[in-house]
């Protein structure tokens, strides 16, 4: 996979108060990109807009740009008017990045899971992420070379799903799917979706271990940086296709 120099982005990324959402928009605006960091607490959004503008040094002439959106991707009436927002501040986008998503079943297996924790796990990981993406696409319809980021996980490969974390791996293959279906829909209006893992991260989410959390968002990076051209529906972490 080669990355390549590009024209400055306007880049949405849900759920970027912490982890790798906000690992990511850091090297996004250290990149020169227009980042609008999002999640459901508007005070710590902007919280975290200004400690981000405050610490990152821009690699190239122009300023960083950073701007806090208030947007629970759970909620409909908050995304819509999230993208009523940007649309009148900003007029388009060129990136979603849906990061929002989280793991609740711990050490479940799916013969005794509760469903309420599966359905939960679904509404965090896939719906929102498909309600996002219905919201924002007439801004994506006015961007350049558009792109759409679904934050996944080595675990939602079918190929190597195990025992382990029923809803969680469930709920990232189905967002896989959401992620193949839209990129045939949507590859004749030129709007490329991928599916990128950031691997084992030692994110808030996680209890121990994990690798840096830079190391998870520049995962996620490469694959925004893909050049245009390079074909759609694709899953990825590290630079490498993982299988489906
Ligand atoms: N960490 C890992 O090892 C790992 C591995 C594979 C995949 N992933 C995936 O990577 C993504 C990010 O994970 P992470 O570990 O960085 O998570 P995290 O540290 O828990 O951060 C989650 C972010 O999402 C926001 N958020 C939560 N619910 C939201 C909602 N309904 N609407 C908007 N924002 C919301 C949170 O901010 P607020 O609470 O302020 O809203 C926070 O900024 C997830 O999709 C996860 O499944 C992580």
Request: negative net charge; charged residues 20%.
């Amino acid at each position: 996979m080669t990355t390549t120099a590009h024209p400055r982005r306007t880049v949405l990324i849900t759920g970027a108060t912490r982890g790798i959402g906000r690992a990511l928009a850091e090297q996004l605006a250290a990149d020169g990109d227009i980042v609008l960091l999002s999640s459901r607490d508007g005070a710590a959004v902007a919280a975290a807009a200004d400690e981000i503008a405050g610490n990152v040094r821009p690699a190239g002439p122009d300023p960083v740009q950073i701007h806090p959106i208030q947007l629970d991707a759970t909620d409909p009436v908050s995304v819509c008017d999230a993208a009523a927002r940007i649309g009148r501040d900003h007029g388009h986008l060129d990136v979603l990045v849906n990061n929002v998503g989280g793991m609740f079943d711990g050490p479940s297996r799916a013969s005794t899971v509760q469903l309420d924790t599966v359905r939960a796990t679904f509404e965090l990981n896939l719906f929102s992420a498909w309600r996002v993406t219905q919201a924002m696409l007439p801004l994506l319809r006015r961007g350049h070379e558009a792109r759409i980021v679904n934050v996944s996980s080595e675990t939602g490969s079918l190929t190597r799903m195990t025992a382990e974390q029923p809803a969680y791996g469930m709920s990232k293959a189905a967002l896989n799917a959401l992620t193949r279906s839209l990129a045939g829909e949507l590859a004749a209006e030129g709007i490329t979706v991928h599916a990128a893992s950031p691997g084992f991260t030692a994110t808030e989410a996680v209890a121990e271990g994990g690798r840096p959390v830079p190391d998870g968002a520049a995962s996620i990076k490469a694959v925004i940086d893909l050049p245009a051209g390079s074909g759609t529906g694709g899953f990825f972490q590290d630079g490498a296709a993982l299988p489906w």
